[in-house]
């Protein structure tokens, strides 16, 4: 029985309520900060062990920490959350990609570590990389800043992780969407996968709005869902304006898979 069992089955019970959402945070919140603390404190042997003794890259072996990082901070909030293990269609990770996944809240970053890959670089907005304790692990990461990044450089470290059969994963959002509704797509990731020619690989999360959602703060029990959907490759689509084609396919295809969580769901 978890603290969202309860306070699903007690949603009537106001008083009740309450209390399970004080006694999350109360508990969970510190849970991150040690866990934080604890993580920085055992990178440095397991950055060394991969890096000298497996021969691993920077890039690599700082993304597998994260993701082991990820893996624990989502053991550590299973009395409170709920993770429902992701829903995949066929292979989608047998080639290198470009990962593209809605964005409902901060901790949407946190349960990227529900994906069986861990090798993958996150293109996101400049101001994480002004976080002083991220922005250390996400250069380690070669995590790309799409906000100051010049289009060319991106291309360029984009061509460089696929040649290494990793991932890139975009928000292509942009901004956490203030309701369960999902805002305008921008097109970068989709120019990447046709300057690369390698496939779209849509993912779809629900549950985290439950969690924290923008211009909230404090944490609530949830629910949260992964759905990995069938990769789409670039030649599907034609002509001059095909990542528009390619932008507007791929976001119908999500909005109906979320529709589909929100409800009955998976």
Not at 2 to 25: A, H
Not at 57 to 64: E, G, L, M
Not at 70 to 77: A, I, K, N, S, T
Not at 133 to 149: C, H, R, T, V
Request: with cysteine; glycine share 4%; aromatic share 16%.
């Amino acid at each position: 029985m978890t603290i969202y069992s309860l306070c699903e089955n007690n949603m009537n019970k106001t008083l009740i309520k309450y209390l399970f959402i004080f006694l999350m945070n109360c508990i969970a919140i510190p849970f991150i900060l040690i866990w934080t603390i604890a993580g920085v404190m055992l990178f440095p042997v397991g950055f060394l062990f991969m890096k000298i003794i497996l021969g691993y890259s920077t890039c690599f072996v700082t993304r597998k920490c994260i993701w082991i990082y990820g893996r624990v901070w989502q053991f550590l909030f299973s009395l409170f959350v709920i993770f429902v293990p992701p829903k995949i269609h066929g292979d989608p990770f047998k080639d290198p990609g470009i990962i593209v996944v809605n964005h409902r809240s901060f901790f949407d970053t946190y349960c990227m570590n529900m994906m069986p890959v861990s090798d993958i670089c996150f293109a996101v907005r400049a101001w994480p990389f002004k976080i002083p304790l991220y922005s250390i692990f996400m250069k380690l990461a070669g995590y790309i800043n799409i906000e100051d990044f010049f289009w060319n450089e991106t291309v360029a470290v984009s061509k460089k992780n696929i040649k290494q059969n990793s991932y890139i994963l975009f928000f292509p959002e942009g901004h956490r969407s203030k309701d369960k509704t999902m805002t305008k797509f921008y097109s970068g990731a989709f120019k990447l996968a046709i300057e690369n020619n390698v496939p779209v690989i849509p993912i779809c999360i629900t549950g985290t709005q439950d969690l924290l959602p923008p211009r909230r703060y404090y944490l609530k029990p949830a629910k949260i869902k992964m759905e990995i959907m069938d990769p789409v490759y670039p030649e599907q689509f034609y002509g001059d304006m095909k990542h528009i084609a390619f932008k507007k396919y791929v976001k119908a295809k999500m909005s109906e898979c979320i529709k589909h969580m929100d409800g009955n769901g998976i």
